[in-house]
């Protein structure tokens, strides 16, 4: 995993992604691009093959696993296993597939490494929200909603493979993670088939293999409040990236903006951070990290991503500074004749 120096204060003309900058394609190989709507967000997959049919076929073969995800996590359709669980596990211990049960399990692990910031049981609160409509839950909606979130009390048995809620009205939202192992798996798809150059992403999460042929990849960070508009370009190589942002799905109201991050202990969203981007050795302990810094706020949050071997981040404050984690740093005076 490389990254280099990031660039900040870029105009949105200097911002390269790879799908910006495509060559024409030869006819016997070449960069190969697709993108397509699925998970309820865009799904991008640029790579390089030096066979052309080889290579569709590979970009074949992560979009039909990125419609296997959806299928079984969207939480929005009704027969997807996200569904059934959230419709069965209040009462009883419901069989869930091996999948399941891991993702499950690796949101524990966050939820326990995070001091309950990344918790999938915020969905119990963040079901009343309505950011397309502008809808917030009364007080009284809220607080009794609040009752049924924390992830220890989600009853996971790994070795029956069952799943059940130890509170009523209680609901998981897999969300971002999703589409963490979405990339992760898109990516490893990739390399099975031996693509050593190629980019997956859905949303805000990509997984980069290798380099652009000779150089890195070049992904922008968004810049929070001015759309069309990036703060930082990093250079990457081989690693995983997160991005949350209070920018996705909100509303405001009385001067509050009210978005999809949710803070599990309060119910509400967080107002420290605009942004946090992560970087990582998969989708992820980068979506799990990006969700929790954010959560945390600047100082708990960076602490927590030192903390884990392999991570970096760089947080847009509220007042819309930018602050790096220090193998950043470290990697940025490195940089520096």
């Given at each position: 995993m490389r990254f280099g120096m990031p660039v900040v204060n870029q105009r949105p003309g200097s911002f390269v992604h790879g799908l910006q900058r495509r060559a024409a394609t030869p006819v016997q190989g070449g960069w190969i691009a697709r993108e397509e709507a699925i998970m309820g967000t865009s799904i991008q997959v640029e790579l390089w093959s030096d066979d052309r049919i080889a290579g569709e076929q590979a970009v074949d073969a992560v979009m039909a696993e990125m419609h296997r995800i959806d299928r079984a996590m969207s939480p929005h359709k009704p027969d997807s296993e996200l569904s059934r669980i959230n419709r069965e596990a209040g009462a009883?211990?419901?069989?869930?597939?091996?999948?399941?049960?891991?993702?499950?399990?690796?949101?524990?692990?966050?939820?326990?490494?995070?001091?309950?910031?990344?918790?999938?049981?915020?969905?119990?609160?963040?079901?009343?929200?309505?950011?397309?409509?502008?809808v917030q839950p009364t007080r009284e909606a809220l607080e009794h909603a609040r009752c049924a979130v924390g992830y220890q009390y989600l009853l996971l048995d790994?070795?029956?493979?069952?799943?059940?809620?130890?509170?009523?009205g209680m609901r998981i939202d897999l969300g971002g993670f999703a589409k963490g192992l979405a990339v992760d798996n898109g990516a490893a798809i990739l390399r099975r088939r031996g693509i050593r150059n190629a980019i997956v992403t859905a949303g805000g999460d990509s997984h980069v293999l290798g380099d652009r042929r000779g150089r890195p990849w070049t992904i922008g960070i968004r810049d929070p409040r001015r759309a069309g508009e990036v703060v930082a370009v990093l250079p990457l190589e081989d690693v995983a990236m997160s991005t949350s942002g209070d920018y996705e799905r909100y509303f405001e109201r009385d001067g509050v903006r009210h978005h999809h991050i949710i803070d599990p202990a309060t119910g509400r969203s967080p107002d420290s951070v605009r942004s946090v981007t992560l970087l990582g050795p998969d989708g992820l302990t980068t979506e799990g990290l990006s969700k929790s810094v954010f959560v945390l706020g600047l100082e708990r949050g960076l602490q927590l991503v030192e903390s884990v071997p392999g991570a970096d981040a760089v947080v847009v404050d509220a007042a819309g500074?930018?602050?790096?984690?220090?193998?950043?740093?470290?990697?940025a005076m490195e940089s520096r004749p």
């Open positions: 009883v211990a419901v069989p869930i597939s091996e999948e399941m049960a891991g993702l499950i399990a690796r949101a524990i692990d966050f939820s326990k490494l995070s001091g309950g910031a990344f918790d999938i049981t915020f969905a119990s609160v963040g079901c009343l929200y309505d950011y397309r409509l502008g790994r070795e029956a493979r069952t799943l059940r809620f130890a509170r009523a500074a930018l602050h790096f984690s220090s193998g950043l740093l470290a990697g």
